[in-house]
Nanobody, 130 residues
Framework: QVQLVESGGGLVQAGGSLKLSCVAS????????MGWFRQAPGKEREFTAA????????LYADSVEGRFTIARDNAKNTVYLQMNSLRPEDTAVYFC???????????????????????WGQGPQVTVSS
């Protein structure tokens, strides 16, 4: 069974930066597509970023393109989300889900829908004050 534990959330002023981390336990991390989603109060869970099993390909939501960077370290079973130039509208709970694939190099269409993900963490709160 895979468990995902996120960390790094907190309170930051607009224009500031935060870095989220997500550590996976269990086997198969290098086979996973990893994503970051966020959910603000009263809103649906929103796709933020995704990264391929090797880290060689990434995808971002338009709202964070150029400000956020997703990266992974397969040796540490960890995926990161560097968030710069934060805005109050970035305030949300952030989740790092995983899509399990049979082997490294197995390609899937970019998973933008929460239902495409197999495993989820609990999610840290990120609050950006104006």
């Amino acid at each position: 069974q895979v468990q995902l534990v996120e960390s790094g959330g907190g309170l930051v002023q607009a224009g500031g930066s935060l870095k989220l981390s997500c550590v996976a336990s269990g086997n198969g991390f290098s086979n996973f597509y990893m994503g970051w989603f966020r959910q603000a109060p009263g809103k649906e869970r929103e796709f933020t970023a995704a990264i391929s099993w090797s880290g060689g390909s990434t995808l971002y939501a338009d709202s964070v393109e150029g400000r956020f960077t997703i990266a992974r370290d397969n040796a540490k079973n960890t995926v990161y989300l560097q968030m710069n130039s934060l805005r109050p509208e970035d305030t949300a709970v952030y989740f790092c889900p995983a899509v399990a694939t049979p082997y490294s190099g197995y390609h899937v269409p970019w998973p933008r829908d929460p239902h495409e993900y197999d495993y989820w963490g609990q999610g840290p709160q990120v609050t950006v004050s104006s």
